[in-house]
T-cell receptor, first 114, second 112 residues
Framework: ETAVFQTPNYHVTQVGNEVSFNCKQTLGHDTMYWYKQDSKKLLKIMFSYNNKQLIVNETVPRRFSPQSSDKAHLNLRIKSVEPEDSAVYLC?????????????FGPGTRLTVL | GQQVKQSSPSLTVQEGGISILNCDYENDMFDYFAWYKKYPDNSPTLLISVRSNVDKREDGRLTVFLNKSGKHFSLHITASQPEDTAVYLC???????????FGKGTLLTVTP
């Protein structure tokens, strides 16, 4: 079954460490997103990539950097994690085409920063 | 401020009843409105969506009502069932980057 895959499912680390999350979609979509769902359950967009190019970069700290090798992959690196980075990170993809908003989400990566 | 608001964090409905979930938005540029369903520890999945040129859309037990002048849209679930128990997220979208802005969600609990 084609879908949006994320690894790892969970990650626990200490303040100051670097972490990297992977996302791959097999839906043939051109646009991919990273969202952060914080403790208040609000799902907020962080980045959007279209065909390996960054098209949306919300106000996120510089320690967050997305990395895209091709349109099917969009990874997220956090250079030096802080306690407020504890959250669920969700990857999503969108089919190419005008006025198509539907997004398909991965299962999420839950990050806990000690 | 929050651009998309779901004022009720939770809602409990008896089985067979109608569930009404509400969403308010601020952005005049939104022309796409959607409801996503999320089970615990699962990712959100799209339930139903409408464009701004319609004020109502039905799909089985689901109906979305859009009130653009009031910047409000709602999801009605008729004949609610225990398996409808989940978090429902509303989202608005608009503009050239097709970005979605989500509400915080409403936990719907359908009791037998």
């Amino acid at each position: 079954e084609t879908a949006v895959f994320q690894t790892p499912n969970y990650h626990v680390t200490q303040v100051g460490n670097e972490v990297s999350f992977n996302c791959k979609q097999t839906l043939g979509h051109d646009t991919m997103y990273w969202y952060k769902q914080d403790s208040k359950k609000l799902l907020k967009i962080m980045f959007s990539y279209n065909n390996k190019q960054l098209i949306v970069n919300e106000t996120v700290p510089r320690r967050f950097s997305p990395q895209s090798s091709d349109k099917a992959h969009l990874n997220l690196r956090i250079k030096s994690v802080e306690p407020e980075d504890s959250a669920v990170y969700l990857c999503a993809s969108r089919k190419r085409g005008a006025a198509i908003y539907e997004q398909y989400f991965g299962p999420g990566t839950r990050l806990t920063v000690l | 401020g929050q651009q998309v608001k779901q004022s009720s964090p939770s809602l409990t409905v008896q089985e067979g009843g109608i569930s009404i979930l509400n969403c308010d938005y601020e952005n005049d540029m939104f022309d796409y409105f959607a409801w996503y369903k999320k089970y615990p520890d699962n990712s959100p999945t799209l339930l139903i969506s409408v464009r701004s040129n319609v004020d109502k859309r039905e799909d089985g037990r689901l109906t979305v009502f859009l009130n653009k002048s009031g910047k409000h849209f709602s999801l009605h679930i008729t004949a609610s069932q225990p398996e409808d128990t989940a978090v429902y997220l509303c989202a608005g979208g608009g503009g050239s980057n097709y970005k979605l802005t989500f509400g915080k969600g409403t936990l719907l609990t359908v009791t037998p």
